[in-house]
Nanobody
Framework: VQLQASGGGLVQAGDSLRLSCSAS????????MAWFRQAPGKERLFVAG????????KYADFVKGRFTISRDNAGNTVYLQMNSLTPEDTAVFYC?????????????????WGQGTQVTVSS
């Protein structure tokens, strides 16, 4: 599975962005998917995850109520809608496909990673 993340950019605090992650083949529709982010000099952190049917979603506490993950299995695409962005959200955002069909917060459960898309939020 190859993953291609897109949709990042430079925005102001309070703005919104929608990230997209396109998978190269339909197999990804059977996998749990997630978004992680990594700020400069910091570890890669879980942001949001979704099960393959979309019925189970998990969020990091720092994005609850602001970010929404969704997926379109017919289009092999996972989305991350990000609202009320703050400068603390500045990071490279990565999409990932899990080994299983579940939505996991554990980075070790993901074995396919996209190249990342930069999100920069100015104050």
């Amino acid at each position: 599975v190859q993953l291609q993340a897109s949709g990042g950019g430079l925005v102001q605090a309070g703005d919104s962005l929608r990230l997209s992650c396109s998978a190269s083949r339909r197999t990804a529709s059977n996998n749990g998917m997630a978004w992680f982010r990594q700020a400069p000099g910091k570890e890669r952190l879980f942001v949001a995850g979704i099960s393959w049917r979309g019925g189970d979603k998990k969020y990091a506490d720092f994005v609850k109520g602001r970010f929404t993950i969704s997926r379109d299995n017919a289009g092999n695409t996972v989305y991350l809608q990000m609202n009320s962005l703050t400068p603390e959200d500045t990071a490279v955002f990565y999409c990932a496909a899990a080994r299983s069909s579940f939505a996991s917060m554990d980075k070790a459960m993901y074995n396919y990673w996209g190249q990342g898309t930069q999100v920069t939020v100015s104050s």
